[in-house]
């Protein structure tokens, strides 16, 4: 009983951390501009397909990899610079719009420059699992882990530590006074979808070898991250994360002692659940706005 619960946990809080990733996207994105980017999860789709590709070519595993952050961050600059920002002055709900017909766009040229079928990368360090209390643990999922974590500590270094953090932050407390201290607004919308597709990227490559990737790949992963993002308080990072790791166990335990048919359903519950119960989310603020 002990080892199919932590089998579980550790299945939850591995798929967790790719949606926490994936919720931070959103995050910096929905600070940087207040705007949902519902192409998120094809930034996870690209940086990993983008990796299998290259590896297929004989590429280094780690030069493919960085290669593919660098294609995604490109597609992430090209987004909002082609898309987004020549509708800044549009309303929130037409920007969502473009940000839904981007996915459906990106979509589409992976399906034309790949193909439809799956594809998978070799696990970074073997495939040997590690058995705790019966549970059995995957080096993969250890590296999922870990990267998680590192990008989590490098994030918080970077928002508290350069020029660049700090005028993001900045700009997500209060735009207007941002730009009245000289914040170049413009270059941080830009910085934000960059760092949002690097993040995606991050989490498509260490979570491909364990669940495989193709071009609708990005469409359930960005759905879940969205769930985490909300149920963590849009806007809130570490919330994002907590919200991330909630929803993967809650849909590992579904799938385990109910369903694997339940699964994909767990995360649109607790989006609903949210949205009834807690419209701020978990460390959301709460309040009125006066219109």
Known sequence: MLASFLQFVFSGITVGSIY???GLGFSIIFNASHVINFAQGEFIMIGGMATVSLVALGVPLPVAI????????????????FAVEPARKASVTTLIIITIGASIFLRGIAQE???KNFHKLPPFSGDQPFLIAGASLMP?????????????VGLGWFFNRTLEGKAM???????????????????????SFGLSAMLGAIGGIVITPITFTNY????????????AAVLGGLGNGMGAVVGGLIVGIAEAMAA???????????????ILFVLFFMPSGLFGKSGTERV
Request: proline share 0%; net charge positive; hydrophobic share 60%.
């Open 216 to 227: 609708e790949t990005g469409i359930m992963l960005g759905l879940k991250g969205f769930s």
């Open 169 to 191: 932050l900045a700009t997500s407390f209060n735009t207007l006074a941002a730009q009245l201290v000289g914040v170049n607004t413009k270059k941080v919308l830009l910085m």
């Open 140 to 152: 993969q999922s250890l590296w999922v882990i870990g990267v998680t974590v590192v990008v989590i």
């Open 66 to 81: 960085l290669l593919a952050i660098l294609a995604t961050m490109l597609v992430g600059f090209a987004l909002e610079k």
């Open 20 to 22: 926490a990733l994936c």
């Open 113 to 115: 420059l790949w193909d």
């Open 256 to 270: 385990g002692y109910f369903s694997s048919a339940y699964k994909d359903a767990v995360a649109f519950i607790i």
